[in-house]
């Protein structure tokens, strides 16, 4: 009788060890950058300069629009307006801000006409993506 095939492939199992070293090495730059930063802290507190601030002891001032913001969203959006990006959303609420201004300031009939037809689209878009949100548990 033969022997059954093993399910995974010997030239295979080399690479799980090398991933695992990597993941070993990133998680002990990880814990030694932590361990530097809670030395820093506690020098900080030794020193005084923590109580010094004059933030010290009271609630982080809110960010503008954070309890606006749908829980689930927070951290993501966080994430993005640190990095530089707004979310797609943010984009089409300026885009429709820009349309009401430009049909308050439009003197031609047919142009306001244009204008508040691809205003109506615009909104339409905006509440199927909002509904497709909420009914998919994401808002």
């Known amino acids: 009788m033969s022997k059954p095939a093993?399910?995974?492939?010997?030239?295979?199992?080399?690479?799980p060890t090398l991933e695992s070293e990597r993941r070993k090495k990133r998680d002990a730059?990880?814990?030694?950058?932590?361990?530097?930063?809670?030395?820093?802290l506690a020098s900080a507190?030794?020193?005084?300069?923590l109580?010094?601030?004059?933030?010290?002891?009271?609630?982080?001032?809110e960010m503008e629009g954070w309890s606006e913001t749908p829980g689930?969203?927070?951290?993501?959006?966080?994430?993005l307006k640190n990095a530089g990006v707004a979310p797609p959303e943010l984009g089409l609420f300026h885009?429709?801000?820009?349309?009401?201004?430009?049909?308050?300031?439009?003197a031609d009939p047919a142009q306001?006409?244009?204008?508040?037809t691809r205003l109506?689209?615009?909104?339409?878009?905006?509440?199927?993506r909002l509904e497709g949100m909420r009914v998919s548990g994401k808002l």
């Open 29 to 40: 730059a990880l814990r030694s950058q932590d361990e530097m930063i809670a030395e820093h």
């Open 6 to 15: 093993s399910p995974i492939d010997p030239r295979l199992r080399v690479a």
């Open 51 to 61: 109580q010094a601030a004059p933030s010290f002891g009271k609630p982080m001032p």
């Open 95 to 106: 885009e429709r801000a820009r349309l009401r201004e430009a049909i308050a300031a439009c």
């Open 72 to 79: 689930e969203f927070r951290l993501p959006f966080k994430i």
């Open 112 to 116: 306001r006409l244009a204008l508040q």
């Open 45 to 49: 507190w030794r020193s005084g300069e």
């Open 120 to 128: 109506s689209e615009l909104e339409q878009v905006i509440a199927l």
